[in-house]
T-cell receptor
Framework: GENVEQHPSTLSVQEGDSAVIKCTYSDSASNYFPWYKQELGKRPQLIIDIRSNVGEKKDQRIAVTLNKTAKHFSLHITETQPEDSAVYFCARGSNYKLTFGKGTLLTVNP | DAGVIQSPRHEVTEMGQEVTLRCKPISGHNSLFWYRQTMMRGLELLIYFNNNVPIDDSGMPEDRFSAKMPNASFSTLKIQPSEPRDSAVYFC????????????FGNGTRLTVT
């Protein structure tokens, strides 16, 4: 199917710790996996994406890993800061359509 | 680049009234999407246009919802008649063609139907 399962739904960490959010999907045709960050009352914004021919991608404190065989991908945030607090959405792209996970509310406690 | 522009930012209306949401995509983008966001259902794709043509409207909840894209720089989402369960944030997003192109979201319209 087209669904994307995202876990956990909420995540609370101490400043400086790492945060990991995981998503799974079932559609083998998926080939594009973006992650969006949405702050309260604002629009979702792309923070990182990965394509199916790549296993890992890193951008400063953010990294994404993809396991196409197992059909799961993860977002890793290291050295978390209070401004990382937001809702994070994974998504998978197939046939022009992006299907989003239900989101993870990340709270970074100072 | 002004980004995707949506109007209005907030809309409060009474049940039964017609609601029209507006969107101006990023210049040069030829794909436009309407999403609805609620706590219960998350981000749902309502309809997708490519080169102004509706490609997939399978996400449109029912006949009360309609969307148009008369030209490359403007789209509308209309709800007639509106119902309280339509209350949500409606996002418009645009991208270059291709399923691996990042989506750029507008700031959304928060709709409240009383």
């Amino acid at each position: 199917g087209e669904n994307v399962e995202q876990h956990p739904s909420t995540l609370s960490v101490q400043e400086g710790d790492s945060a990991v959010i995981k998503c799974t999907y079932s559609d083998s045709a998926s080939n594009y996996f973006p992650w969006y960050k949405q702050e309260l009352g604002k629009r979702p914004q792309l923070i990182i994406d990965i394509r199916s021919n790549v296993g890992e991608k890193k951008d400063q404190r953010i990294a994404v890993t993809l396991n196409k065989t197992a059909k799961h991908f993860s977002l890793h945030i290291t050295e978390t800061q209070p401004e990382d607090s937001a809702v994070y959405f994974c998504a998978r792209g197939s046939n022009y359509k992006l299907t989003f996970g239900k989101g993870t509310l990340l709270t970074v406690n100072p | 680049d002004a980004g995707v522009i949506q109007s209005p930012r907030h809309e409060v209306t009474e049940m039964g009234q017609e609601v029209t949401l507006r969107c101006k995509p990023i210049s040069g983008h030829n794909s436009l999407f309407w999403y609805r966001q609620t706590m219960m259902r998350g981000l749902e794709l309502l309809i997708y246009f490519n080169n102004n043509v509706p490609i997939d409207d399978s996400g449109m909840p029912e006949d009360r919802f309609s969307a148009k894209m008369p030209n490359a720089s403007f789209s509308t989402l209309k709800i007639q008649p509106s119902e309280p369960r339509d209350s949500a944030v409606y996002f418009c997003a645009s991208s270059l063609a291709g399923e691996e192109s990042p989506l750029h979201f507008g700031n959304g319209t928060r709709l409240t139907v009383t």
